[in-house]
């Protein structure tokens, strides 16, 4: 009898913890929510225009995006494609990528483009490249990503687009060749597909402008699951 | 003068003899895996620093209603709420620290030190004794994530300081040091591997100069030798 009675009195006090700190947490979550919406916009616009200067474009960017589903940019999860239009006459796009034969799993990145074919800018955002041999690739270990900045690719089948080791313009670094290798192909496969998508890419409808809230949460999810492995 | 030697004792058991990064050996997830800068575990050592003082003090406010049966979910129910909301506050108005500490902050709630503190110390004593308690404790472990992560990264990369502008600001970047230049890095001092001897070295630093003060001490009464114990009394 006693034993019962002290079960339901600490299944009580349990639960009665567990609601409250549910409470607190839900109620923060509430109070900062639509202020961590707007770091996440003002962040993303801050990577974006690492790639694709201001000044060039006159949309809200952020706002302006299609999603796509292609195995060419290296996964069958979306992509996003951020649309940069000055009075609505195409710039640029910023195209989400993945490469998947990284040395430790996939590395993401983001490839913009000129509309000429050229690109404007690469940078990684998310790897787990080792330490101190193939971290090399994001900005804040060295500058390598910037060699990217002006290429442009000729054909299918150009030779240049290669690191050095295999006959191509990119350097590799010391002790990695693998991760300058993946991340070459992904951004030479980036630049094929948006070469042959360009035109549908800028007429699609815009997946951005409601479902934005949708859509960053989703992200959120996804840098979380990634975090978590 | 009785609480100030009640304090002393905490801060004697916080910092350096039941320190738990180096002695009760708790944490050592996070404790190894983002030692390698000082960059990195200055920001895991604050976080952490944060979360033990308050969950302390909430544990020991609590602490009248806590049936014994079930105080280690409420614990862990409190803790896990407390890093939800850090993340959550950090989020939305210290969102580069948060770029930069983002992954860390989850590691908080795994960090065993915490529910530790919460279980052999909050639970038992006074809000006051138990909040100074969390902040000692929170001190001694950055101090031992500092050290790790100081000597890691000057044998891995040869630098100090680097990439402190992502934690504390773009002032920060005069205060990268390039100790010594590499042409190709020590990977063994920034893989985990590295975490591993580094940690082992200052265990046995801590040792010898624990055996050094005991030597010199004259013999007071006869030593009985201690386990590694996470629980002690300081009444």
Known sequence: ???????????????LFAISCTAIV??????????????QQKQLLS??????????????????????????????????????????????????????????????????????????GVRILNHQETPGLGDKIDLAKSNWITSFSGKSLMSQNDSRWAVAKDGGMFDQFTGATITPRAVVAAVKKTALYFKENQNSLFSQKNDCQLTNEVLMSDNEEKTRDDNEN | MKINDEFKEIIWQGLWKNNPGLVQLLGLCPL??????????????????????????????VRQWVPKEVRIPIFVLIIAAFVSCVQLLMNAFAHGLYQSLGIFLPLIVTNCAIIGRAEAYASKNPIKQASFDGLMMGIGFSLVLLTLGTIREVLGQGTLFDGAHLLLGDWALVLRIEVFQFDSQFLLAILPPGAFIVMGFLIAAKNAIDDKLTQQQPKTEQQNIERVRVNFDAQ
């Not at chain 1, 009898?1 to 639960?15: G, R, T």
């Not at chain 1, 109070?31 to 770091?39: C, E, F, G, V, W």
């Not at chain 1, 995006?65 to 940019?73: D, E, I, Q």
Request: aromatic share 4%; net charge neutral; proline share 2%.
């Open chain 1, 1 to 15: 009898m006693s034993m019962s009675v002290a079960i339901s009195k600490n299944s009580k006090i349990l639960a």
């Open chain 2, 32 to 61: 190894l895996a983002v030692t390698s800068t000082i960059t990195n575990a200055l920001g895991l050592g604050l976080a952490t620093l944060l979360v033990l003082v308050c969950s302390n003090t909430t544990v020991s406010a």
């Open chain 1, 47 to 120: 990577t974006l225009n690492n790639i694709i200067e201001a000044k060039r474009y006159n949309n809200e960017l952020t706002l302006d995006c299609v999603k796509v589903n292609s195995l060419a940019l290296g996964s069958d999860k979306q992509q996003t494609v951020y649309l940069a239009r000055l009075n609505s006459t195409p710039v640029a796009a910023a195209i989400t990528a993945v490469a998947p034969n990284g040395y430790n799993g996939n590395i993401e990145l983001i490839v913009a483009m000129n509309v000429d074919g050229s690109i404007n």
């Open chain 1, 26 to 39: 839900g109620l923060v979550n509430e109070l900062t929510k639509d202020r961590i919406y707007h770091q």
